[in-house]
């Protein structure tokens, strides 16, 4: 295929737009002979300009469009007319056809040896356009998901591989696996090992009609894995249920397990969760890595003034402290931050947990077992008679636990509780609908905390960016209060999984039990108004945490907005 270029070499194209300098262009042809590179590879890795102003500049020079693939209408069939090796090697997806015309999506259209395979292999006349490399490997991830791909992985794991892998399960029972259910464990281990890889908190398997999903949760937002081959989707949930100890014959009632794991001398905890579909049982893996290195109260994200009296409460001989939040915001790491700040020789500290996520040195660690019949509030009623000091609530769950907690201030215990609000007021309006009077509240809760948590910049990739106005309006932020911030935002790169983003931090928000918020309390006031005087008093409202997180350049607008709750009782 031949190109109509234009007289302009792309180097004297990003020379008449002003985007380098000659001597910019001097040094880049130097690192482009040294490295062997192309030269537009030359300028960005040395930080002379990016990746959209080269293609755009590559665009004019080739005069073959510059398209985003995030608003291109792709068709499935289209994608699939090429194989995936031939994707894979020469990085392009083809994203339409028309008739004998075939627009192929390309990072580098001078690559004409791509060009000719893919129109003698289809017989079609091949019209490039030029686009991300990033969004051609994210078409590519998400088109190319064949069962020779699963297959191939699984047959490459070896022996040692699966080794490092032993669970409860392995030790008790009595069938050896046969040649057909090989290949499930294989991949049952291969799942379980990229989840702990990639710091994933959960692994979601979910069967559907023509498709088993496999997706695990990293700093929060779910990502899809290669979907296993059909034969293997039932042998893959009988696995897990083997390993967690459940009854692989009750596929019609919901079941809960655990699954203990070593790997390589590091102690994991899966919590399974199977629940019954139209299409057969979803399964959830909680992963708890016992290996985990347990963060600080000043490591969690509070600012200063919130920190400090964080610790002035800590460090009173009774009340209650509650952290609230949804499900996997952070409450038991903070309350667990918090804990080993004074965890002292001289009081003794009791947990009930469901499961006990981090073992402590010094704790008495209570694990609710609701099999047997240890739930909170029996596990409450007899640690109360181990004469302890501060006590530590997993979850306050039911009016019983809170009336136990309640009884336990009031008799001279420390409580530290986490609580499932949206935010810190609707606490008190969870507590008082629960059946707890108004009175014992005020009389026993000294604050509470509101959290979440927020995606952090990835430091590798992180860039200056201009968030929309939209958002700055929709948290309510003037134009003074910005426009002479820079804001970052992660472009995406191999440290983070292009993403943009690596690891999470706490936004926060500090109720204190203050007079005032009494008042509104034993008036049986709405959360709203209790949230509202709370302002009055001091508390900085988790949205504005983020805010100052994202003119910190550690997080974005976008990823504050997403996450903090902006209004009261929503």
């Known amino acids: ?75 499935p069939e289209v994608v699939h007319s090429i194989p995936d090796k031939v994707a894979r090697r020469y990085h392009v997806v083809p994203v339409s056809r028309t008739n004998n015309i075939l627009t192929l ?48 992985i699984i047959e490459g794991l070896t022996e040692k591989d699966i080794e490092i892998i032993k669970d409860e399960a392995d030790l008790t029972s009595s069938t050896a696996a046969t040649d057909s259910e ?14 702990i890889k990639n710091r994933a908190s959960d692994v979601h398997l979910e069967p559907f009609e023509d498709h088993f999903y496999i997706r695990q949760r990293l700093d929060g937002v779910l990502h899809l894995l290669p979907e296993p081959p059909r034969h293997l989707w039932p042998g893959l949930i009988s696995r897990i249920k083997v390993m967690a100890d459940l009854n692989i014959a009750e596929t019609r009632l919901p079941q809960d397990g655990r699954i203990k794991l070593k790997l390589s001398g590091r102690e994991i905890d899966l919590r399974v969760s199977c629940l019954p579909t139209v299409f057969g049982e979803s399964v959830v893996l909680r992963v708890l890595d016992r290996g985990t290195v347990m963060l600080k109260l000043d490591q969690l994200g509070f600012q200063e003034d919130d920190l400090k009296k964080t610790r002035q409460e800590l460090e009173q001989p009774n009340g209650i402290i509650i952290v609230t939040g949804p499900t996997g915001c952070g409450k ?37 077992n609701e099999r047997v019949g240890l739930t909170f509030a029996s596990a409450l009623r007899s640690i ?19 009336e136990i907690a309640v009884q336990a201030s009031l008799t001279g215990h420390l409580v530290l509780a986490t609580l499932h609000t949206n935010e810190a007021a609707s606490a008190i309006t969870r507590l008082v609908d629960m059946g707890i009077e108004p009175f014992l509240l005020t009389s026993t809760v000294r604050a509470i905390i509101g959290e979440r948590l927020i995606r952090v910049n990835c430091e590798m990739c992180k860039e200056p960016y201009e968030p929309s106005p939209e958002l700055f309006k929709e948290l309510g932020v003037k134009e003074e209060e910005y426009s002479d911030i820079t804001f970052y935002k992660g472009r995406g790169c191999e440290e983070c999984a292009n993403t943009g983003f690596k690891g999470r931090i706490g936004i926060f928000e500090f109720l204190p039990m203050v007079d005032p918020i009494r008042e509104l309390v034993l008036s049986k006031e709405a959360a709203a108004v209790i949230h509202q005087e709370g302002i009055r008093q001091g508390m900085r409202p988790m949205f504005l945490d983020g805010w100052l997180k994202a003119k910190a350049g550690i997080t974005t607008l976008e990823e504050v907005i997403r996450v903090a709750p902006l209004s009261v009782g929503h």
């Open 384 to 402: 109360l008679r181990q004469d302890p000091d501060i006590v530590m609530i997993g979850e306050v769950r039911d009016v019983e636990t809170a």
């Open 1 to 75: 295929m031949v190109y109509q270029v234009q007289k302009l070499k792309l180097g004297e194209i990003l020379l008449s737009h002003n985007v380098i300098t000659e001597e910019q262009l001097e040094n880049a042809l130097k690192h482009q002979k040294e490295k062997n590179i192309k030269l537009g590879e030359a300028l960005i890795e040395l930080g002379y300009t990016d990746e959209d102003t080269i293609l755009s500049a590559l665009s004019v020079q080739l005069d073959i469009p510059y398209e985003s693939l995030d608003e291109y209408a792709i068709d």
């Open 332 to 368: 038991t790491t903070t309350l667990y931050a918090g804990i080993t700040e004074i965890n002292r020789p001289e009081d003794k500290l009791i947990t009930v947990e469901d499961p006990v996520e981090y073992e402590i040195p010094g704790l008495v660690q209570v694990q609710v």
């Open 105 to 152: 999506a390309m990072t580098d259209p001078l690559n004409v040896q791509a060009i000719d395979d893919i129109q003698l292999m289809l017989n079609v006349y091949v019209q490039p356009i030029i686009s991300k490399k990033s969004e051609i490997q994210k078409l590519i991830d998400e088109y190319y998901v064949s069962e020779d791909t699963v297959e191939n």
């Open 182 to 195: 090989a290949p499930a464990i294989k991949l049952v281990n291969l799942i379980i090992l990229e989840a």
